[in-house]
């Protein structure tokens, strides 16, 4: 079932004052560590799980309030369909959604049946027997549209007995068009081209095409294809097992906790993500200690994304949409920070016992089909298009400009803020190289840092100036040159770079002691962090730039504070991606326990050291006291301009195509109103041309 993502969490946290803040998972945010002795020879049917480094974190936090269902809506039905069958005897076995419609399996002693439903008119449209060999009979929707039919898991026999039957069934008719039996213990998991079919120990590779067994691994549980090929294992935790699909081999664990399960995929941002519902850890009781919803994303392996804050209750997906059932009501909610999407609605008289009654979304609609009737419910669902998006809208008023990024001479974007540090955020493109702008106002705090490939655009999301002191900074993307934006999972990165349009870059710096770098292998989606190479002990160093012109090759300042107008700075240089750091300078004002080394004096100004390479080693370096220029990959710099010796130049964004080709934003702040100017050098920065300015109140 596709999964699509919702209102991005983070920004309404923050457009709601940065209360609460999407937590970061404890541990490493890194990789789900893989298990190398975990191979699937060793997997068995209940084995003890043993949690990844990167699985979710504990969950320590305060429990989300319960709805009240006296605060609640009560839930129109506006239609009620029987599925009892002629004799009024007939159970339904299973439900899903596919094709624009909603399919029932039923069965009655030694018969079963398939139902269509239409959504739209509240009628059956189809019922059509199913042969016998597939009594009871469990219905399963491929992620390519194909409709399956497996016998009930249980119904028939032990593995040794191929008495289980797995059918493919013509959507168009219901009819079977081609069936299959061999061992079935477990529920079947349809893909692209294969059918997963668990039969005790093992994992049965089936060709969609030719039904025809293709392999075979000793790997036993519930098999998914969210994300990636998995098999779920439940014992006093659940676990899942991300599985190779050519070899079996397991690549990954996640400890899933009490009651555990993967919910999904996720196909908004590709579909290398996916959804699970995590509960406590063994021995904890969800309904005390609560579950929360972790999204994890595939890169070379699987890595944890996000988290959410824990809660008490159930998590449905439907209609493209989380709900949230507890407590006898459902809510439509942020899967990151479960900020409600809508009113409370109370579950429909019938729907008691939720593990007999499935949430289902078709045609616009939303259903709830049960053991012997579905519902169709008149809930509104969250509109698509807001899934995943940052609303905005043409904006012809003023606003304040804090950084700007050109993928050329003509084409750039600006991003800042309708206030100076207040006030919604704005993004403006230009096609004329800077000279006129185009604006929208976006449902954001405002914004400050940009990076561009291409067509795609990272921006920093700020705090405001009265947001709460523990508000995290936060990045959105744009992918079609500044149009649409959409935000990241991940709170307390800044400073972002992008090298290419899927590696991207950033700082993170959510306290001084934990600060670093992160990288990105999907264009900003996701995120994994390291520790920072900046000096240790005092002053207290944190990253305040990160620059990678190549995969390999890049370069990050650090800021340690000082006072006087000026601060100590420090710089780093690696070729090998990050892996390791090489210290070209650490300038310190003359006190504390960090040495000073071969850098200038003159570097010392300023508060900030804002960061640009290129390739070849050629860099600049902003700092309070003007723009300075390296050619040898940081050792030695000189003074390129925007020094007007009182420090009274403030270098606010930088960006460098070329040796030649630069653009930067800077503000005046001598004038009696600060006068922001984009200025660009077309000749190494021996000349300057004023392209747009903007005057802006102290």
Same mark, same amino acid.
């Given at each position: 079932? *596709?999964?699509?993502?919702?209102?991005?969490?983070?920004?309404?946290?923050?457009?709601?004052?940065?209360?609460?803040?999407?937590?970061?998972?404890?541990?490493?945010?890194?990789?789900?560590?893989?298990?190398?002795?975990? +191979?699937?020879? %060793?997997?068995?049917?209940?084995?003890?799980?043993?949690?990844?480094?990167?699985?979710?974190?504990?969950?320590?936090?305060?429990?989300?309030?319960?709805?009240?269902?006296?605060? =609640?809506?009560?839930?129109?039905?506006? *239609?009620?369909?029987?599925?009892?069958?002629?004799?009024?005897?007939?159970?339904?076995?299973?439900?899903?959604?596919? #094709?624009?419609?909603?399919?029932?399996?039923?069965?009655? /002693?030694?018969?079963?049946?398939?139902?269509?439903?239409?959504?739209?008119?509240?009628?059956?449209?189809?019922?059509?027997?199913?042969?016998? +060999?597939?009594?009871?009979?469990?219905?399963?929707?491929?992620?390519?549209?194909?409709?399956?039919?497996?016998?009930?898991?249980? *119904?028939?026999?032990?593995?040794?007995?191929?008495?289980?039957?797995?059918?493919?069934?013509?959507?168009?008719?219901?009819?079977?068009?081609?069936?299959?039996?061999?061992?079935?213990?477990?529920?079947?998991? &349809?893909?692209?081209?294969?059918?997963?079919?668990?039969?005790?120990?093992?994992?049965?590779?089936?060709?969609?095409?030719?039904?025809?067994?293709?392999?075979?691994?000793?790997?036993?549980?519930?098999?998914?294809?969210?994300?990636?090929?998995?098999?779920?294992?439940?014992?006093?935790?659940? +676990?899942?097992?991300?599985?190779? &699909?050519?070899?079996?081999?397991?690549?990954?664990?996640?400890?899933?906790?009490?009651?555990?399960?993967?919910?999904?995929?996720?196909?908004?941002?590709?579909?290398?993500?996916?959804?699970?519902?995590?509960?406590?850890?063994?021995?904890?009781?969800?309904?005390?200690?609560?579950?929360?919803?972790?999204?994890?994303?595939?890169?070379?392996?699987?890595?944890?994304?996000?988290?959410?804050?824990?809660?008490?209750?159930?998590?449905?997906?439907?209609?493209?949409?989380?709900?949230?059932?507890?407590?006898?009501?459902?809510?439509?909610?942020?899967?990151? +920070?479960?900020?409600?999407?809508? $009113? %409370?609605?109370?579950?429909?008289?019938?729907?008691?016992?939720?593990?007999?009654?499935?949430?289902?979304?078709?045609?616009?609609?939303?259903?709830?089909?049960?053991?012997?009737?579905?519902?169709?419910?008149?809930?509104?669902?969250?509109? %698509?298009?807001?899934?995943?998006?940052?609303?905005?809208? &043409?904006?012809?008023?003023?606003?304040?400009?804090?950084?700007?990024?050109?993928?050329?001479?003509? @084409?750039?974007?600006?991003?800042?803020?309708?206030?100076?540090?207040?006030?919604?955020?704005?993004?403006?493109?230009? =096609?004329? #190289?800077? /000279?006129?702008?185009?604006?929208?106002?976006?449902?954001?705090?405002?914004?400050?840092?940009?990076?561009? @490939?291409?067509?795609?655009?990272? *921006?920093?999301?700020?705090?405001?100036?009265?947001?709460?002191?523990?508000?995290?900074?936060?990045?959105?993307?744009?992918?079609? #040159?500044?149009?649409?934006?959409?935000?990241?999972?991940? %709170?307390?990165?800044? @400073?972002?770079?992008?090298?290419?349009?899927?590696?991207?870059?950033?700082?993170?710096?959510?306290?001084?002691?934990?600060?670093?770098?992160? =990288?990105?292998?999907?264009?900003?989606?996701?995120?994994?962090?390291?520790?920072?190479?900046?000096?240790?002990?005092? &002053?207290?160093?944190?990253?305040?730039?990160?620059?990678? $012109?190549?995969?390999?090759?890049?370069?990050?300042?650090?800021?340690?504070?000082?006072?006087?107008?000026?601060?100590?700075?420090?710089?780093?240089?690696?070729?090998?991606?990050?892996?390791?750091?090489?210290?070209?300078?650490?300038?310190?004002?003359?006190?504390?326990?960090?040495?000073?080394?071969?850098?200038?004096?003159?570097?010392?100004?300023?508060?900030?050291?804002?960061?640009?390479?290129?390739?070849? #080693?050629?860099?600049?370096?902003?700092?309070?006291?003007?723009?300075?220029?390296? @050619?040898?990959?940081?050792?030695?710099?000189?003074?390129?301009?925007?020094?007007?010796?009182?420090?009274?130049?403030?270098?606010?964004?930088?960006?460098?195509?070329?040796?030649?080709?630069?653009?930067?934003?800077?503000?005046?702040?001598?004038?009696?109103?600060?006068?922001?100017?984009?200025?660009?050098?077309?000749?190494?920065?021996?000349?300057?041309?004023?392209?747009?300015?903007?005057?802006?109140?102290?």
């Amino acid at each position: 079932m *596709a999964l699509r993502r919702l209102v991005a969490g983070l920004v309404a946290a923050m457009l709601a004052g940065c209360s609460p803040a999407v937590p970061t998972p404890a541990g490493p945010i890194a990789t789900v560590v893989l298990n190398p002795s975990l +191979t699937p020879s %060793t997997l068995a049917p209940t084995p003890t799980p043993v949690p990844s480094e990167g699985s979710p974190g504990p969950i320590l936090q305060t429990l989300i309030p319960t709805p009240d269902p006296t605060q =609640s809506l009560p839930t129109p039905i506006t *239609a009620t369909i029987d599925l009892t069958g002629p004799t009024a005897f007939r159970t339904v076995t299973s439900a899903v959604a596919l #094709g624009g419609a909603i399919w029932v399996s039923q069965y009655q /002693h030694v018969g079963a049946w398939l139902v269509r439903i239409d959504p739209v008119s509240g009628m059956i449209t189809l019922t059509r027997p199913l042969p016998s +060999t597939i009594a009871p009979a469990e219905l399963a929707a491929g992620s390519d549209g194909s409709l399956w039919v497996a016998t009930v898991p249980g *119904a028939t026999g032990g593995e040794a007995t191929p008495n289980g039957t797995v059918a493919r069934i013509d959507p168009a008719s219901g009819a079977v068009v081609a069936q299959v039996q061999l061992p079935i213990q477990g529920e079947i998991a &349809p893909s692209s081209g294969v059918v997963w079919v668990p039969a005790g120990s093992k994992l049965q590779r089936l060709d969609a095409a030719t039904l025809k067994v293709t392999g075979s691994f000793p790997a036993a549980g519930q098999p998914a294809t969210q994300c990636a090929l998995s098999v779920t294992q439940s014992a006093a935790t659940s +676990t899942a097992f991300y599985l190779d &699909p050519d070899s079996g081999d397991v690549t990954a664990t996640i400890d899933l906790g009490v009651d555990g399960r993967l919910l999904g995929n996720d196909p908004v941002e590709g579909a290398d993500s996916c959804w699970a519902l995590v509960g406590p850890p063994a021995g904890g009781d969800p309904a005390t200690t609560g579950s929360t919803l972790a999204e994890f994303g595939l890169e070379n392996r699987m890595v944890l994304t996000g988290q959410s804050p824990p809660f008490r209750g159930d998590v449905r997906f439907a209609a493209g949409t989380f709900w949230l059932v507890v407590n006898g009501t459902m809510t439509a909610i942020d899967p990151l +920070t479960l900020a409600p999407l809508g $009113p %409370t609605w109370l579950l429909p008289p019938d729907v008691t016992d939720l593990s007999s009654w499935t949430l289902l979304g078709a045609g616009g609609t939303l259903w709830w089909v049960g053991s012997s009737e579905a519902l169709r419910v008149g809930i509104a669902i969250p509109p %698509t298009e807001a899934v995943g998006r940052i609303a905005s809208r &043409p904006w012809a008023g003023s606003f304040v400009p804090a950084a700007a990024a050109f993928s050329d001479l003509d @084409h750039g974007i600006l991003v800042g803020a309708t206030g100076n540090g207040a006030g919604a955020g704005v993004v403006a493109t230009t =096609s004329d #190289g800077g /000279h006129t702008w185009s604006a929208r106002l976006l449902d954001t705090p405002p914004l400050y840092g940009l990076s561009t @490939h291409g067509s795609l655009a990272i *921006a920093s999301v700020t705090c405001r100036i009265d947001a709460p002191a523990d508000c995290q900074t936060a990045l959105i993307r744009g992918v079609d #040159g500044g149009a649409t934006w959409t935000a990241s999972k991940d %709170t307390g990165l800044d @400073h972002a770079e992008l090298t290419s349009s899927s590696l991207a870059w950033a700082t993170y710096n959510p306290t001084i002691s934990s600060a670093g770098f992160a =990288s990105s292998r999907d264009g900003g989606s996701t995120w994994k962090r390291y520790p920072s190479p900046c000096p240790r002990g005092f &002053p207290i160093f944190e990253p305040t730039g990160i620059s990678f $012109p190549t995969a390999t090759d890049g370069w990050l300042s650090c800021d340690g504070g000082g006072a006087g107008g000026s601060s100590a700075k420090a710089l780093y240089r690696t070729t090998d991606g990050g892996r390791t750091w090489k210290t070209l300078f650490v300038q310190s004002l003359g006190a504390g326990g960090v040495p000073s080394g071969p850098a200038n004096d003159l570097l010392l100004g300023g508060d900030s050291a804002l960061i640009d390479f290129l390739a070849d #080693g050629t860099g600049w370096i902003s700092t309070g006291d003007g723009l300075f220029v390296t @050619h040898d990959g940081g050792l030695a710099w000189s003074l390129v301009g925007f020094d007007d010796g009182a420090g009274g130049l403030q270098i606010d964004a930088m960006d460098f195509l070329s040796s030649n080709d630069g653009a930067v934003l800077a503000t005046d702040l001598t004038a009696s109103a600060n006068q922001i100017s984009l200025e660009r050098t077309t000749d190494a920065g021996a000349s300057w041309v004023i392209l747009t300015s903007w005057t802006v109140g102290n």
